[in-house]
């Protein structure tokens, strides 16, 4: 069982910037692949980044958010984080981090496939 925990979420205008960041504990995350998904009030999940085991090095983003997002590991402090550039108000949602048991393939994309979640960090942009 990993336990994951994301921090990072608040408030900002759009244009802004938000940096989420993704820990585990008692787990190291250079092992897993490790995906970032939000869910807006009303809608599915979705999909936004994810970043294979710390040796591979392979990233992928929705298209909505290429350009603006990037995902990337802190293996000092054991944290995959998420820098988010020049949000914007459709942004808005609870942002999750998940970890796929079945590691990086193109399933990473599917939030169907993540079985480890965190509790979520809510992120809201204003006009």
């Known amino acids: 069982q990993v336990q994951l925990v994301e921090s990072g979420g608040g408030m900002v205008q759009a244009g802004g910037s938000l940096r989420l960041s993704c820990a585990a504990s008692?787990?190291?995350?250079?092992?897993?692949?490790v995906g970032w998904i939000r869910q807006a009030p009303g809608k599915e999940r979705e999909f936004v980044a994810a970043?294979?085991?710390?040796?591979?090095?392979?990233?992928d983003y929705a298209d909505i958010v290429k350009g603006r997002f990037t995902v990337s590991r802190d293996n000092a402090k054991n944290t995959v984080d998420l820098q988010m550039n020049s949000l914007k108000p459709e942004d808005t949602a609870v942002y999750f981090c998940?970890?796929?048991?079945?590691?990086?393939?193109?399933?990473?994309?599917?939030?169907?496939?993540?079985?480890?979640w965190g509790q979520g960090t809510q992120v809201t942009v204003s006009s």
């Open positions: 970043i294979a085991w710390s040796g591979g090095g392979n990233t």
């Open positions: 998940a970890i796929p048991v079945k590691g990086w393939g193109p399933w990473v994309s599917n939030v169907e496939k993540y079985d480890y």
């Open positions: 008692g787990r190291t995350l250079r092992s897993y692949a």
